[in-house]
């Protein structure tokens, strides 16, 4: 499996703070059956970040003493704001493996037609969006919203710990049911750190083994995250 939405570089924003909790983590995806990340470190307006590239060579080359067969990937988790486009085009802001698609996260509580009006402004510019934690956005549960969202070229990302909770849940009953829709095409640990967000998969495992079927799991982990770091488009 690859994990696309991780913030394990370390020290570059609130996710990993040294080298060696990074690598713990690692070792813990590693455990649970991945060979691969891509590292998306918050984007920052007032901090922009620089020589991603490198500083995921530097803990690819770390990771690779442990597990050789492990690979990394650069990204970023890039926030919304109407200057994203310009950004991401004079490279203050990354998309992932330098490819069309950008990790993209907006206000929790945002209106749907900011939402769309983002996702559709990122399309119009060459980019292909995935919107990051699908399930955080309010307006998404407006009746055709993440349907017309998907209409304008997004794709979605959903994090693990979203479908790990009791089945009485509200929320995990959401999440569940875009699963077995078909609608979320990605899934992510969001990994921070080893005591805060770690990366823990086990539980959103056991509920996708019972009630999903395996080709589905198999894409959303394997083959749309390689599509992803590979530039493809995904159906």
């Known amino acids: 499996m690859i994990d696309v939405h991780s913030h394990v570089i370390p020290g570059v924003d609130d996710g990993s703070r040294t080298m060696d909790e990074s690598l713990q983590m690692i070792r813990s995806l590693a455990k649970q059956g991945f060979t691969g990340v891509i590292a998306t470190p918050h984007d920052s307006r007032r901090r922009p ?3 991603l590239d490198e500083r995921v060579r530097v803990l690819a080359c770390e990771i690779r003493r442990f597990y050789p067969g492990f690979s990394v990937w650069p990204g970023q988790e890039t926030y919304y ?38 996702v559709r402004r990122l399309s119009e510019a060459g980019y292909w969006p995935v919107i990051a934690h699908v399930e955080r956005y309010a307006c998404l549960n407006e009746e ?26 509200r929320e995990v ?21 080893t005591d805060w967000r770690p990366p823990e998969t086990q539980a959103a495992m056991a509920w996708l083994e019972k009630n999903v079927e395996r080709e589905m799991i198999r894409i959303m982990t394997e083959e749309n995250p390689l599509r992803l770091v590979n530039g493809e488009p995904i159906p």
């Open 49 to 51: 970040l620089t020589g």
């Open 173 to 193: 009953r959401r999440c569940r049911r875009l699963v077995s829709e078909g609608r979320i095409q990605f899934l992510g640990t969001d990994m921070h750190r």
């Open 144 to 169: 055709g919203c993440l349907r017309d969202a998907a209409g304008y070229g997004a794709r979605f990302q959903m994090n693990y710990d979203s479908l790990a909770g009791k089945w009485y849940s």
């Open 81 to 118: 704001h109407d200057g994203l486009v310009e950004r991401l085009k004079c490279g203050e802001a990354y998309s992932i493996n330098h490819t069309r698609y950008v990790l993209v996260e907006f206000e929790p509580d945002m209106a749907a037609k900011q939402f769309l009006l983002g």
